[in-house]
């Protein structure tokens, strides 16, 4: 008996170790989860092809990846559907929207579970006085569905620092002042700084102040993150005075070169302050005479990587975005805002006019004159497009909505045509024969299909959206980008199913795996184990975006399940309440 004793021994201690090791390695049927997502295919944002398997989340985490074996309250059944990393848009002004509008439906119904915002130079809301670490406590207070990542807006700091007093080079005592500004900003977690030098008051700012400031970001592993000086102006200013969007600022002489010095200014930055760039909204630096064939946009695109590649073989770490909508962020309008409400300043005129008297004035012929000198003079800008600098400006507007349904769908230049007028004096034709007549610009003139497609192409540049928080669809009411609900949807569709410039998973990864690399959040971004659990699933062979410019609040096909930190934020077409989303914050 005595014996048998150390066999029995061994045998128990070998049956409990195997037992254990079964428990501990394999997914055993009892193993209990929170959500599992079955018989899906993987597309897990690091370029790796996608496979078939599921995925096990427990609490806000990823808990399984692969063969997944188990039990949960919430079973997904993800048979046809392709199931990956929630999309991270690194180019939202969603700042403070998001207090008003934390259901934050517009990104959540593309997909989208993290935005990056103060963007554009521009930060916290100057107008509530918060200090950045009161304004990301305040984010951090707000129930909302998504996560959000703050940048500081150098235009803000600027602002703060030299309030009306901006319309010059900063002294060395207020480039200390925003330099501590900034320093504060980072350590309570921003990603970075951000500027919009096309903007007040960021466009006064030298370089050299850039650079200086840039160094702080630097100094916490944070990017530079720049709308680029110029990026959106090349309409010379009559005087210094006078500002509106496309304005140009810059030397006369230097207008149809400043925005390819504003890209070499912006490696300057990186490479001086040892910053890593991020280029927002990034399209073509070199502007070509109008009109001209579509491979020269492709040309101009090519260059401008070429210019970003070199900096990238000297060792500058260079990201970029771009907002992948011909459209770029026109919305309808009506016609006669152009005119009445303008912003543009040689037709502050006609700004305290209303309708009526505006239409009255038009035909008696007064008013046809002034505005046609205006446009004989090059002052006359019509949504972002000044009608001078861009010949064609007449194609790139179209009807919407008219009481005479023959123009509905019509570019003011086929309506030219058509009747044989002048296009001028067919818009006040249309706007005397209706003056709510509704119109769009349906082309942004940055936007070029072949610049898009040969920008997005390029392995470090991400999809972004530009946008602002929408309300919930069933309370949005005006006008919207027609993609509002719906860029990333149609970002997977068109450029992976319909013109297949990219693979599925090249596309995943741009807009999850890469943004969050930029960000430094090493557990976002990919279907991981241990990472966070912000999913899409969706069809491939059904997204799309399904806004219009007339009825922009739809949510996108295809997009079947958005999960935000392991709870299911969209499904069936609606929101779902749930509120999971957080503030990031960058870890130093
Ligand atoms: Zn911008």
């Known amino acids: 008996m005595k014996k048998k004793h150390p066999f029995i021994l061994f045998f128990l201690f070998t049956l409990i170790i195997s037992l254990s090791l079964i428990t501990c390695t394999s997914k055993s049927p009892s193993e209990k989860y929170d959500v599992i997502i079955k018989n899906t295919k993987i597309v897990d944002g690091t370029d790796s092809a996608p496979y078939k398997g599921g995925i096990a989340i427990r609490g806000e985490r990823i808990a399984a990846v692969g063969k997944v074996r188990g039990e949960a309250p919430t079973v997904i059944d993800g048979s046809g559907l392709i199931t990956c990393p929630g999309f991270i848009d690194p180019h939202t002004h969603a700042d403070n929207r998001i207090i008003r509008n934390p259901s934050a439906e517009n990104f959540i119904m593309q997909g989208i579970t993290t935005v990056v915002a103060g963007n554009c130079g521009n930060s916290w809301p100057q107008d509530e006085n918060l200090s950045f670490d009161e304004w990301l406590s305040k984010l951090e207070e707000t129930e909302k569905s998504i996560n959000i990542a703050m940048l500081v807006g150098h235009g803000t700091v600027r602002g703060f620092v030299m309030g009306d007093d901006f319309k010059r080079h900063a002294t060395q005592d207020e480039i200390e002042e925003m330099k501590k500004l900034i320093d504060s900003a980072m350590k309570n977690g921003a990603f970075g700084m951000s500027s919009g030098l096309d903007y007040y008051p960021g466009e006064y700012a030298d370089t050299g102040e850039i650079i200086e400031l840039a160094k702080v970001a630097a100094k916490y592993g944070g990017r530079y993150v720049t709308h680029l000086r110029h990026c959106n102006s090349h309409w010379p200013a009559i005087d210094q005075e006078e500002w509106g969007y496309g304005v140009y600022h810059g030397p006369v002489e230097d207008v149809w070169v400043g925005k390819y010095r504003g890209l070499m200014e912006a490696i300057e930055v990186s490479r001086k302050a040892k910053v890593q760039l991020h280029i927002s909204h990034l399209n073509p630096v070199y502007r070509i005479p109008q009109p001209h064939p579509g491979f020269l946009d492709e040309a101009a695109a090519k260059a401008t990587l070429w210019i970003i590649d070199r900096a990238r073989e000297e060792g500058l770490d260079i990201t970029f975005d771009l907002?992948?909508?011909?459209?770029?962020?026109?919305?309808?309008?009506?016609?006669i805002n152009e005119f009445i409400r303008s912003r543009t300043p040689s037709l502050s005129w006609l700004r305290e006019i209303e309708k009526e008297e505006f239409i009255n004035k038009l035909k008696t012929g007064e008013y046809k004159k002034k505005i046609k000198g205006l446009y004989l003079e090059n002052r006359l800008k019509l949504g972002k497009i000044h009608t001078k600098a861009d010949p064609y400006w007449i194609d790139r507007f179209k009807i919407l909505e008219c009481n005479n349904k023959d123009y509905e769908g019509k570019t003011i230049g086929e309506?030219?045509?058509?009747?044989?007028?002048?296009?001028?004096?067919?818009?006040?034709?249309?706007?005397?024969?209706?003056?709510?007549t509704k119109w769009v610009q349906f082309l942004d003139e940055r936007h070029f299909e072949r610049a898009d497609e040969t920008l997005i192409q390029h392995p470090n540049a991400s999809p972004c959206t530009d946008l602002s928080v929408f309300p919930p669809i069933t309370e949005a009411s005006g006008s919207m980008p027609a993609f509002a609900y719906g860029m990333f949807a149609d970002f997977i569709g068109n450029f992976v199913r319909d013109k297949a410039i990219f693979s599925l998973e090249q596309a995943v990864r741009k807009a999850s795996y890469l943004p969050a690399r930029m960000l430094n959040l090493d557990d976002r971004g990919s279907l991981?184990?241990?990472?966070?659990?912000?999913?899409?699933?969706?069809?491939?062979?059904?997204?799309?975006?399904?806004?219009?410019?007339?009825?922009?609040?739809?949510?996108?096909?295809?997009?079947?399940?958005?999960?935000?930190?392991?709870?299911?934020?969209?499904?069936?077409?609606?929101?779902?309440?749930?509120?999971p989303g957080?503030?990031?914050?960058?870890?130093?």
């Not at 799309?544 to 410019?549: E, K, W």
Request: net charge negative; with cysteine.
């Open 323 to 335: 907002i992948c909508a011909t459209s770029g962020l026109t919305r309808m309008n009506e016609l």
């Open 528 to 579: 991981s184990s241990g990472y966070y659990a912000d999913i899409v699933i969706f069809d491939l062979e059904r997204i799309r975006n399904t806004g219009t410019f007339i009825n922009p609040a739809q949510p996108p096909e295809g997009v079947e399940y958005v999960l935000v930190n392991g709870k299911i934020v969209y499904k069936d077409k609606a929101h779902t309440g749930e509120m």
């Open 415 to 436: 309506l030219s045509i058509e009747k044989n007028t002048e296009p001028l004096d067919l818009i006040f034709e249309v706007l005397i024969e209706d003056p709510d």
């Open 582 to 588: 957080k503030l990031l914050r960058h870890e130093n």
